[in-house]
Nanobody
Framework: QVQLVESGGGLVQAGGSLRLSCAAS????????MGWFRQAPGKEREFVAT????????YYADSVKGRFTISRDNAKNTVYLQMNSLKPEDTAVYYC???????????????WGQGTQVTVSS
């Protein structure tokens, strides 16, 4: 069992930055590929970014490439999402996710966090 707790969301002006953190419980954190998803009102949950078990590889949705950076610290059981040059369309609830297989598809996620709200004002 893995429990995920996100923090770091909030209200920011367009062009600003936020850093999300996700703290994981348990001793098997390094066994999971980790990811971030987001869900805006009235829309489906969508993939944002993923980092593989060792932290050596990362992948991003086209909409955030070049602006967001995902990273992990296996010693601290924590995954991060640094968000720069934020846009109003980035407004959503952001969810941390863990998967034994791939953390790029909603249906393959094993564990979800409770979500943290990010609001970008224009």
């Amino acid at each position: 069992q893995v429990q995920l707790v996100e923090s770091g969301g909030g209200l920011v002006q367009a062009g600003g930055s936020l850093r999300l953190s996700c703290a994981a419980s348990g001793r098997t954190f390094s066994s999971y590929n980790m990811g971030w998803f987001r869900q805006a009102p009235g829309k489906e949950r969508e993939f944002v970014a993923t980092v593989l078990r060792s932290g050596s590889s990362t992948y991003y949705a086209d909409s955030v490439k070049g602006r967001f950076t995902i990273s992990r610290d296996n010693a601290k059981n924590t995954v991060y999402l640094q968000m720069n040059s934020l846009k109003p369309e980035d407004t959503a609830v952001y969810y941390c996710a863990a998967s034994i297989t791939t953390a790029q598809a909603v249906r393959l996620i094993d564990y979800w966090g409770q979500g943290t709200q990010v609001t970008v004002s224009s």
